[in-house]
């Protein structure tokens, strides 16, 4: 279940009531102008939290805030308490944080697909502004370069695949630097795109000898490909080639015959589609129903040395994610994305992805609104399952501290605090099992995982 989904699902119980915050329905249903509608804009929530700590100091009694909540109603307490209180003040200092920002200019890059959504979207729609920052988001030519430039300090923080900050902390492929993942930019949202001359080559078994590529080595389209192939008895290491594309260049290189299919961001695959190269085979969903695939990534170091603006920006990111997870923003997302700055794409392209409804390049329209969802919280499982791939195909030698790199690099306790102050419900542990064509993988038994598997590169 997305961390943004209503909490005020009456089928859904997150506590003693709907929200968690009180002792009962009803009142949660008196205060819940006040602090419990995670559906009103970020200022709005701000608000209810900063009023609920009021409220709480004016009535530390439940039975007597309830009784006066529910004798005048949420918008005359709310207004009586702004009588004597500064609320507004109160909520634009708690939205800024407590401490003094140590950089207001920030450069973050991005690689123009649909995963960086809620990081390019919080410069046109005013996240970053909101949070007392003026960001460059900086459109950026491909992964390597992306983590040069961080790393380098060019960028204080980007958009990463969600496995590269772990190979970087690792050394792999370039020297060990401590890189974090505060939050996750998407789930879902990739899909196998094949040329159309292979339409009636649907079964994986009829691939040998394709070239396929995916956006970076350490990638989720990396792992997943192969993962999807190994199962259907293709040894991507020996019957296919597997080649490194940026993806702004995929299209051309499928129109040019130079590959036979990808693994790519949705908006690259559905490019494909409605310039008539492709087809879309599969949605990465139908592999692994709420995987991660990109990141917010920023290095230790900078967190060190600007403690506060690395909060007010992950704050900003955590707010866009929460707004883009809202299927009736989608549509007004894809037109602030689309500009040459951004994506520089037909917005109707981006609707495709980000609605759910969309051509498959066979004649067909296809609908699932989970197609992509934004989901901020970095589940430190999904960092052990990538360090199992990591490992499984031979990127990772010797003995693994799956738990203790997942930990160190995947800030769940830290956002789950953000979100917290957001006036957000974040997950209650950092672990969870999930199923990957049908597998289930259990975070506490990562070796066991690898070694189950009967296509793997040998140690």
């Known amino acids: 279940m997305s961390t943004f989904d209503n909490p005020f699902d009456p089928n859904r119980r997150l506590g003693r009531c709907s929200c968690g915050q009180h002792d009962s329905d009803a009142a949660h249903e008196a205060s819940l102008q006040l602090q419990c509608d995670a559906s009103e804009s970020a200022e709005k929530r701000y608000e209810g939290v ?90 950026t030519a491909g992964w390597a370069v992306i983590r040069d430039k961080t790393i380098n300090k060019e960028y204080d923080a980007a958009h990463m695949l969600a496995p590269m900050p772990i190979a970087i902390s690792l050394g792999l492929g370039s020297q060990p630097i401590p890189f974090t993942v505060p939050a996750i930019e998407n789930i879902n949202g990739q899909g196998i795109t094949l040329a159309m001359k292979h339409k009636d080559k649907r079964d994986p078994k009829d691939w040998k000898g394709f070239k396929i590529a995916v956006p970076f080595d350490y990638s ?45 961001p949705d908006n690259i695959c559905q490019r494909a589609i409605y310039d008539g190269v492709g087809f879309m085979h599969i949605l990465s969903k139908e592999i692994w129903d709420g995987h991660p695939c990109c990141s917010f990534a920023a290095s230790r170091e900078f967190i060190t040395t600007a403690p506060n603006s690395f ?10 994610t929460a707004y883009a997870s809202k299927a009736e923003n989608r549509k007004s997302i894809a037109e602030a994305i689309a500009p040459a700055a951004y994506l520089n794409a037909p ?3 981006l609707e495709q992805v980000l609605t759910g409804t969309y051509a498959d390049g066979l004649g067909g329209i296809k609908t699932d609104p989970k197609r992509v969802d934004f989901d901020p919280f970095p589940w430190q499982s999904f960092a052990v399952w990538m360090m199992t791939q990591m490992k499984r195909w031979g990127q990772i030698k010797g003995d693994v501290d799956y738990k203790g790199v997942a930990e160190q690099i995947y800030l769940a306790t830290d956002t789950a605090k953000v979100m917290k102050e957001m006036g957000l419900t974040p997950p209650t542990t950092s672990y969870k099992s999930f199923a990957v064509m049908g597998k289930t993988f259990d975070p506490t038994k990562p070796d066991d995982y690898v070694a189950s598997f009967k296509i793997k590169k040998a140690s």
């Open 50 to 139: 900063v009023a609920s700590a009021v409220m709480r100091q004016l009535f530390p009694q439940q039975a007597t805030r309830r009784a006066f909540l529910t004798s005048v109603g949420a918008s005359s307490a709310l207004a009586a308490l702004s009588q004597f209180f500064p609320i507004k003040t109160a909520t634009e200092v708690f939205a800024q944080g407590a401490g003094k920002l140590e950089k207001t200019e920030l450069k973050v890059g991005f690689i123009p697909i649909t995963c960086a959504t809620p990081i390019i979207m919080a410069d046109p729609l005013g996240f970053y502004q909101k949070q007392g920052l003026k960001v460059e988001v900086v459109k």
């Open 220 to 264: 989720m389209h990396n792992y997943l490909l192969r993962y999807y192939l190994a199962e259907h008895g293709i040894d991507p290491d020996a019957d296919i080639q597997i080649r490194s594309v940026p993806p702004p260049e995929m299209v051309a290189n499928l129109r040019a015959d130079n590959i036979d299919g990808f693994l790519a």
């Open 311 to 320: 909060a007010a920006l992950t704050r900003a990111i955590v707010d866009a």
């Open 347 to 349: 917005p109707v392209v």
